[in-house]
């Protein structure tokens, strides 16, 4: 059992894979049988994690640590060197095992991690085929820009039902650049991180029109306005896109204005404005995880709705994205009106 608690990895040959794993399962069985606590061997669903090797490694190790604990699986970690040589594509294999909540058995999920050089990452796609559980849904995370050939994820993806990429972690243009060249090879439902961090925007803007009093407002707005970290972020494109969709396609002005002192990636203030002097304005205040949406017009004195959304992890953000089975349809509406506009 040790190795399987502590999540060691162990290096096999990429040919018994599935022996291996078989292999290590029957003894952690047999230990924990002497021991009293059974293993309960796990998986709801298989997780091809596709990222550059050494990027990034303990992120994203955390985030995958968070995410198995709350949805076991098998995770498929392919890791692409980028400064290798050769073919050759070396394996390891590790176990995740936690105690369940009574306390009782160890419940536990398995990880694959291949990693090959530029060269060998040709392989990776039939190797992640034919690697995932039969019978349950497949999906792909690209936790930031793809390594290797512009193309992999595509070919990658050509055998799973959705991917998951994380706008934040891309350049500008790469989430539509990538939407595009999924779309070209394969169909896959598409989700991007970023837009559940944008969660707290959209809902105090669609709250404030709750009000039928409001409501007239859509037919007059001229423009939306984001504020936050200098250059245009791929949240502001993004939230630019919604409120085209809610406006219909509408051609309206966008601007995305930086703001001294904003760190990371993360908009402070999203502001639509509507007729002569009339604003919609939804925005961070200085307690964390607190909004505030107001309307401004002439001559009266708005008063601000707030509402609290606690920051949310990746990995909380990867399970909202993947408990949905298919493509948000607003979303991928967003997301052409970004790739339009930009």
Known sequence: MDSYSSGRALPVDV??????????????????????????????????????A????????????????????????????????????????????????????????????????????????ALSAALTASDLPVFLYLPHSPPGDADLPARIAAGVDKVVFDGATLPPGGREDLARRLRTRARPALAD???????????????????????????????????????CTPGARLLEGWVKCVLSGRRIGALHSANQGSAGTSLDRLVIRAGDDESIIVERSGTAGLFSARVELPGTCPLPLRRRYPDRSVAELLCEALDRSGEDPLFAEALRSASAGS
């Open 193 to 231: 991180l970023e837009w559940g961090r944008l969660l707290p925007f959209r809902a105090c803007t669609a709250a404030i029109f709750d009000s039928p009093l409001l409501q007239p407002l859509l037919d007059r707005v001229t423009a939306v306005e984001t504020f936050g970290p200098s250059g």
């Open 15 to 52: 040919a018994a894979i599935e022996r291996e794993l078989a292999r290590l399962w029957k003894e952690a069985a047999e230990s924990a049988s002497r021991e009293g606590v059974p293993v309960t061997r796990t998986c709801l669903l298989n997780l091809v994690v596709l990222a550059e």
């Open 54 to 125: 050494g990027r990034n490694t303990d992120e994203i190790s955390s985030s995958l640590a968070e995410f198995y604990r709350e949805r076991p699986c098998r995770i498929l970690l392919l890791e692409v060197d980028e400064a290798g040589r050769g073919e050759a594509v070396d394996a390891l294999v590790s176990a995740h095992c936690q105690r369940s909540r009574e306390g009782e058995r160890h419940v536990c999920c398995e990880q694959v991690t291949l990693r090959a050089s530029a060269e060998g990452a040709l392989h990776l796609p």
